[in-house]
């Protein structure tokens, strides 16, 4: 039973990423900058979207948004209020976002993926089962916030090894959650070694400019190999 | 291939049910109260079965745990420190407890569980896949902190309303975090009506007493239902 699970399971998988590497081929000739946000439960993914977006927006840039969650469409109402165009993907029972369920959302929206600057991916807050589920991201970015403790790294490494940057969120609990922060950015080192660490506070800004700046780079550099490749 | 899944995964629940079937038995028939904790990652279930331990056999009662992790058996090193019994799961890459895990932790363990008064299962920290698989608990506990938002109950409806109570951790955090506790409590309701609700610090030691009560007067209902049947 349990290696028929694990073929059939490998055989979705193996689906997933197909459509994964046709989408990523997409947002790439769109010069398009796709991100995939994973993390546990309540980590701040959507606070820091809320800020993100608006200071995109304000910049001149034009991000857009996909918001995975088991129920309610909570996050991409308060999403939409920056003005950009935003998705609810509810998945019902499903623990993860899929590959399917992104393609299937961009074409019920109808964007032209060419008039956008950046695509958010707010996956389901769970910070095992999306690890394994390439949605054709440009890049995946790993959050974890200052009041979930600074061994979570050690016990979800497959998230935090398969992430392309991090983010630790919720900054200003740092102090009243007795956060060591270098521990933290020592943990995240060693299941990930070298990857890039942002910090960041939605509710004081704190750390808002430089995660900024390291997005308009990573954009800088999609939209090059866009023009490389057309 | 989807219903082929569907299929398999169902006989594995199934067959996931008997064993938990079997265990629960021998929980009631040893009078031990079972618990099955749930939330998701750093919402602080093995800091509150620490202080819980260290009362509980200050008290004179014996508990026992088992600490599911995917990675490090950091938190079974943190709770053996109360001097009861912990025994650490590694599940590598699984994302929730079976009972199959649970009944062989027991057996390679060899604890006679009519010596024990609780048993305390720390699931793997993930809000949404352990919720359909049954562990012969007794109760089930789900816990979600006060940083992690009102609107968690509402976004995991499966683990809330499967739990037999829920506790709010990290109240400390409650002003910093500008915590709405009422819109809280009022989700939870929400999603399972009447559901007891426990509010604690494992940091301050707040709401300790009530947690502790309504564990003893939980246990001793289990006692008399062992009484019963014997």
């Known amino acids: 039973m349990t290696s028929r699970l694990i073929e059939l399971r490998a055989g979705v998988l193996s689906k997933n990423d197909h459509l994964a590497a046709a989408l990523r081929e997409r947002f790439q000739g769109a010069g398009l900058l ?15 979207l809320e800020r993100t977006m608006g200071a995109l927006i304000a910049g001149g840039s034009r991000p857009a948004a996909l918001v995975g969650d088991l129920a309610t469409d909570n ?31 961009l074409a019920a929206a109808g964007w032209a ?13 769970n910070l095992v089962c999306p690890a394994s589920y390439d949605l054709g991201e440009g890049l995946r970015v790993a959050l974890v916030s200052a009041a979930e403790g600074e061994d979570k790294p050690l016990k979800y490494p497959a998230m935090f090894s398969s ?49 900024l700046a390291w997005l308009a780079e990573q954009r800088a550099r999609a939209s090059v190999r866009a023009g490389r490749e057309t």
């Open 34 to 48: 796709a991100l995939n946000l994973v993390s546990g439960p309540g980590t701040g993914k959507t606070a820091l």
């Open 75 to 105: 996050d991409a109402r308060r999403l939409a209020r920056s003005g950009a165009p935003v998705r609810q993907i509810e998945t019902g029972g499903l623990c993860h976002l899929e590959a399917q369920l992104v393609e299937g959302q």
């Open 113 to 125: 993926l060419e008039q956008l600057d950046y695509l958010f991916i707010e996956n389901v807050g």
């Open 163 to 211: 992430a392309d940057a991090a983010v630790i969120t919720k900054l200003d609990l740092a102090e009243p959650c007795e956060l060591d922060l270098m521990l933290m950015r020592r943990n995240l080192h060693q299941v990930r070694p070298g990857i890039t660490i942002l910090e960041t506070s939605a509710r004081t800004g704190a750390g808002m400019g430089p995660w």
